[in-house]
């Protein structure tokens, strides 16, 4: 989670789309250029451990007009923890 948000902040949209699942990876991702990040809040996690296949990260992502809040679900595919959509 903090490594997407820090993707997020820096614009890096082929980071986001590795971590993003197959199954839900948008074709493009747009950043509102007037938006700025100021940090990331974990309120809550579920899952996530190396026995896992799935889990769920609840945030707080703050930002220059307001403050995002979102849970998160995470899948392994190949391996890898992915986003897969927000609850």
């Known amino acids: 989670m903090r490594s997407r948000y820090t993707a997020f902040v820096m614009h890096d949209a082929a980071y986001l789309r590795r971590t993003w699942a197959l199954a839900t990876r948008p074709a493009t991702i747009d950043f509102d250029p007037t938006r700025r990040w100021t940090r990331l809040q974990i309120l809550a996690t579920t899952g996530g451990s190396p026995f896992h296949t799935e889990g769920t990260v609840e945030f707080n992502a703050h930002h220059n007009t307001g403050i995002q809040?979102?849970?998160s679900t995470f899948i392994r595919e190949a391996?890898?923890?992915v986003y897969i959509a927000a609850l």
């Open 69 to 71: 809040h979102e849970t």
């Open 79 to 81: 391996g890898q923890w």
